[in-house]
């Protein structure tokens, strides 16, 4: 069943001017956009990290039931410490504000762009295999590293890390163990010397995404 759209409101006097009706749509306005700071971070106007736990399942429980995989990609900014240190945390949040911009405006309407914590990002692309995810994300970080970052004393190249997975139909994690895996990914990247991408293999994606034939006797039994 849709949900009812709100009616127009009306007076019920039949008044053309009314203080009661003009406080109500006040009221909806203010509602509307609480609504959409409860899902939003204040600094880059990306999804805040509440609303990417909440979609991230909705599209993991989606990819059970349709069988379509939804690719996650971590995003680590590199040495952003550095800049805070250096040139200060103004200039350090005019770079999460442009890459903030780089996501939204690289990734499809379809896909969900958060900030994950100071320096973090992420994006969920549903409906998507992990050679497309990995092609997007790769294009993603040519055009980070390309566009310098200006400020009045002048301007820097920053750089991205990022790790990538895919969640199957057969895949078995719990959405905490799915982030831990794209997490491990990020780290790896970071440790093979940045602005890169390392992802699961795609040789090793079904034997780390299917269950075992052990497993599956003790979830479903002896019968096929």
């Known amino acids: ?5 709100d009616s127009p409101l009306t007076c019920s006097a039949g008044e053309d001017a009314c203080d009661w009706l003009d406080e109500v749509k006040k009221l909806r306005q203010q509602i509307s956009e609480l609504s959409g700071l409860v899902a939003t971070d204040v600094l880059t106007g990306l999804y805040n990290f509440r609303h990417f736990k909440n979609v991230l399942q ?27 240190h250096t040139l200060g945390h103004e200039v350090g949040n005019r770079a999460l504000k442009q890459v903030a911009n780089i996501l ?10 958060c900030r994950y914590g100071r320096k973090d990002f ?24 390309f566009n310098p970052v200006e400020y009045e004393g002048g301007e820097f190249h920053i750089t991205a890390s990022m790790g990538i997975s895919v969640y199957m139909k057969t895949s078995i994690l719990a959405m905490d163990a799915f982030i831990d895996s794209v997490e491990k990914f990020l780290y790896e990247a970071k440790q093979s010397g940045r602005n890169c991408i390392c992802h699961i293999d795609f040789a090793d994606l079904r034997r ?4 075992s034939a052990d497993e599956r006797i003790l979830l479903y039994g002896g019968d096929d």
């Not at 780390?208 to 269950?211: D, F």
């Open 208 to 211: 780390t995404t299917e269950i």
């Open 58 to 84: 909705t599209e993991m429980d989606r990819s059970k039931r349709s069988g379509i995989p939804t690719s996650l990609v971590m995003v680590d900014l590199d040495h952003f410490k550095n800049i805070n």
């Open 122 to 145: 992420a994006m969920i692309f549903p409906e998507t295999h992990l050679n497309l995810a990995v092609k997007a994300a790769d294009r993603i970080r040519e055009t980070i590293a």
């Open 104 to 113: 939204r405006n690289e990734v499809r309407t379809t896909d969900i762009v």
């Open 1 to 5: 069943m849709k949900k009812p759209k």
